[in-house]
């Protein structure tokens, strides 16, 4: 079943409560330019491109993360057609309190067609910093290692992704690029410590404006790609995770990417993770892994995605947590219930069952009717 969402197009500001009830057929690019129009913006992903409907149920982290939290977090209610047809609405902390759980971190894996959700606006900065810190390859361990050890003292204005690359072809395999809410010189002061620690070979500051840090994102077409996450807790990684991580992407022969976002922030780790179905909070980083595929014929693809799948569970078993991110759903993940949601199975399993007892909405990856 394929439900066409594109029509759930408004976005509505209330001022006095600062929020805005936003159709989920809206992309979050959409969104960034309408709210900007009256000095708002949401705190959501980096990319554009993305969907309001999935992302914002599932997690959702970009350029205000660790100021203003997860997309998730701040939705404060919502509106959905029930597989039965009924239309509920408000979903919030005192109507279906049940289902407010879990559409907050799995409302993207099958209880409903969410139609809006209410989310909490933020004004806009007139002046947002963008930072690029940039390293050699011979620099990539030690750089990863200051990170972990910065990261929880970050200012909390600061927020951004880190990618790896391979060193065949990048003067700097590994790149910080993160977004400061607030002029340059306050920006260089929030990264003044990593940089004297790190010392880089490249760094950037350029003033901009939200929508010039919203724009700076490169724009994802669809095309085949094998992605794996894994959450990374607040110790970072071993000194031997970098290592062995950095050595698989120098030599695997697909083009590959690692993503971080960074997340260490209180902002996210101070919600308890009772308060809702999404479950990543004390943290570091989520980690993403990304083969893209477009380049190779059939049967180089499925060599480069079993080569992939086999280091990504070597890595997640000896490296990372053992939880990954919903957002970045993988289908050939094993456990994956338990990944994505931890604790709270036996509740969304419940919760699943009072709103789609026939299990209408039902795919490999959605909240089933009883335990697997
Ligand atoms: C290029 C790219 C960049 C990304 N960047 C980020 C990022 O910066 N930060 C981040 O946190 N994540 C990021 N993501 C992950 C992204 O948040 C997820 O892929 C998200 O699920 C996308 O939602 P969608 O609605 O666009 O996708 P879809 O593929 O349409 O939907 C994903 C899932 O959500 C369900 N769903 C969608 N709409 C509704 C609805 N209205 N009601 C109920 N269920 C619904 C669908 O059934 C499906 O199971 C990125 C993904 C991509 C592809």
Redesign the pocket.
Known sequence: MV?D?QE?NQININFETKTAVIG??N?LGEIYDELNKFGYLIS????I???????A??????WTGRKYG??TDNIVSAE?VTANGTFISPINLTHHSDLFFAIRGA?????????SLTLKIYPVQPIVTSIKISYLPEQVELAFIILDKVAKNLNENLSG?MELRSKHNNTYPFQINAAYLGIEEEARSAVKELIELSNPAYIKFEETTWLGIVDS?PI?T?SPSK?TSYTIPPSGFSQEAIRVLINFINNFECDTVTLF?LYSSDVISRISINDSAFIHRNIFA?MELITHLGAYSKDAQTKCVERHLQFSKEFQAKYTSYFS?Q???DRDLSDWLTRYYGPHVPRLIEIKKKYDPNNL?N?K??IPTKLP
């Not at 149920?57 to 970009?62: E, I, Q, S, W």
């Open positions: 439900i969402v759930f989920t057929g992309r959501a992903g980096e990319c491109n993305v969907g309001l409907g999935g992302h149920t599932g997690g959702g982290f970009g997860l997309a959905m409302g993207n894996a099958g209880y409903g067609i969410i139609t992704y994102y994802f669809r992605i976002d989520v991110y957002d970045y759903i909405f795919w990856q959605s």
